[in-house]
């Protein structure tokens, strides 16, 4: 009870494997986690969803399900401009998909919350495969979003998150700290 702490888990693990990371040691139990950050926030002024790199390319394998989150800001030049947030799948990756992905428009007057399940993913970017927020409570201030899904998936290829401004001509941007985290179930 008044002795030192013992190591823990991951201390014990680097004892053996000095040269690994906190991510191989959760790869060693066989789970699969990757967590990707934006690093540095991504801006548009079009209504066509790009991809947005630092938190995209996320290999998932045939035979496999993945449980996806992602929890992020946005925030708009304008009042009346909001985001498109979507999923987009390439490299020739199939899944099932069940989830939903969640934001908030707040005014003075009202706030209203928007949800949009996601039942199905493909390679384009569609109505089942993200949401449009219709505006901001004030510029430039950040607005929460989030996501989950569970991935079940029947061909590999790559899991992508795609971004773009709900109004053309007008600014609206992907925080940076906006994160993605997949794990193998």
Same mark, same amino acid.
């Given at each position: 009870?008044?002795? +030192? ?17 906190l991510? $191989? ?12 950050? /934006? +690093?540095?926030?991504?801006? $548009?002024?079009t ?6 790199? $630092?938190i995209?390319? !996320? ?9 996806? +989150? /992602? /929890?992020?800001? @946005? +925030?708009?030049?304008?009042?009346? #401009? ?6 987009v ?6 899944? #099932?998909a ?6 908030? !428009? ?5 706030? #209203?919350? @928007?949800?949009?399940?996601? @039942?199905q993913? $493909?390679?384009?970017?569609?109505n089942?495969?993200?949401l ?41 941007? @992907? ?6 985290? !997949?794990e193998? !179930?």
């Open positions: 009870q008044n002795g +030192q702490n013992g190591f823990s888990a991951f201390e014990v693990w680097k004892q053996t494997n000095p040269s690994g990371t991510q $191989d040691f959760y790869n060693s139990f066989g789970v699969k986690r990757v967590i990707k950050k /934006l +690093q540095n926030s991504f801006v $548009d002024a209504i066509t969803p790009k991809i947005v790199g $630092d995209s390319n !996320i290999i998932i394998e045939n035979g496999k399900s993945y449980r996806v +989150q /992602l /929890l992020g800001t @946005l +925030q708009t030049a304008a009042t009346t #401009t909001g985001g498109r947030l979507h999923w799948l390439s490299g020739g990756a199939v899944v #099932t069940h989830g939903f992905i969640e934001s908030s !428009i707040t005014h003075v007057v009202a706030s #209203t919350a @928007l949800r949009q399940t996601i @039942l993913l $493909d390679g384009t970017v569609n089942n495969s993200g449009v927020t219709t505006g901001v409570g004030a510029i430039n201030t950040p607005v929460a979003f989030q996501s989950q899904m569970i991935l079940n998936c029947t061909a590999s290829g790559f899991l992508n998150f795609y971004f773009a401004s709900e109004v053309a001509a007008s600014n609206a941007t @992907l925080n940076s700290g906006t994160i993605i985290i !997949i193998e !179930i």
